[in-house]
């Protein structure tokens, strides 16, 4: 199968190597015998819904959120109905900020948010950075990697957090919860990339954006060996654990 992506402001959210996400997710869908086609869908450029399988947005720094914040809302609409059709997201640190209703920073700018997630941040005085680990009840897996944010992300009632903190600060470093996730669409604050420490959520999402694909149910991947990347989940995991959540 040929999955669709539509990378969301490669050029300016980009930060602690999120677009290896990409990398990562097209040597595992080519693996399974898949090609991942990657779009870069920028400023100005269209959402045209039903054109990607998976929309995927890293992070980036106050400043380039400013700069991507308006024309992003421009693309609300179309984004909301791209996922309403079963497209997957992914979105890392600044870029899921962005999907909530709103980011105000430290000097209360508050920056618009697509409103795709039951969510709010408001940036706080410290900076909240380090390695983290967290408990995936929903999927009976743990997800390690690195945090470095100012915002305080508030879920809303009943919104569904990516997972428990069992290192580190999470969302807002008192709530004990990190990302959210709804249906399809998963946003987090963990970089490093993601993917080559936690190939389980990178399976996942290749699933949901491959049963995108074909209009069915998402398949079950055949299994790889995975044995660098679980040696880095355990060392990330590691440091998590002796290092995370200090400010
Ligand atoms: N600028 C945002 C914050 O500081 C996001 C940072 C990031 O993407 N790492 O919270």
Not at 16 to 22: E, F, H, K, L, T
Not at 69 to 78: E, F, I, P, S
Not at 141 to 161: K, Q
Not at 175 to 198: A, K, M, Q, V, W
């Amino acid at each position: 199968m040929r999955i669709r992506v539509g990378h969301l402001y490669p050029d300016y959210l980009n930060i602690y190597a999120d677009r290896g996400n990409m990398a990562v997710l097209a040597r595992r869908a080519a693996w399974r015998g898949h090609e991942l086609d990657v779009e870069s869908v920028s400023m100005g450029d269209e959402v045209r819904p039903g054109a990607h399988d998976l929309l995927y947005v890293g992070g980036g720094q106050d400043r380039e959120q400013a700069l991507v914040a308006v024309d992003l809302t421009a693309k609300a609409d179309a984004v909301h109905e791209a996922v309403a059709a079963g497209a997957c997201v992914l979105a890392v640190c600044g870029g899921y900020q962005l999907l909530g209703r709103f980011y105000r920073d430290r000097d209360g700018v508050e920056l618009p948010g697509i409103g795709l997630l039951p969510l709010h941040t408001i940036a706080g005085e410290r900076r909240m950075i380090g390695d983290v680990l967290l408990d995936c009840e929903w999927a009976g897996r743990t997800l390690a990697g690195f945090e470095n944010h100012a915002g305080r992300t508030v879920l809303d009632d009943g919104a569904t957090p990516l997972g428990r903190v069992v290192h580190g600060f999470g969302n807002d470093g008192e709530s004990g919860f990190e990302g959210c996730r709804s249906g399809r669409i998963i946003g987090t604050y963990l970089h490093g990339p993601l993917f080559p420490r936690n190939p389980w959520l990178a399976d996942w999402l290749l699933a949901q954006a491959l049963a995108h694909a074909s209009g069915g149910e998402p398949p079950e991947l055949e299994p790889l060996a995975d044995e660098l990347e679980t040696v880095a989940h355990g060392v990330a995991a590691e440091r998590a654990r002796t290092r995370g959540g200090r400010f």
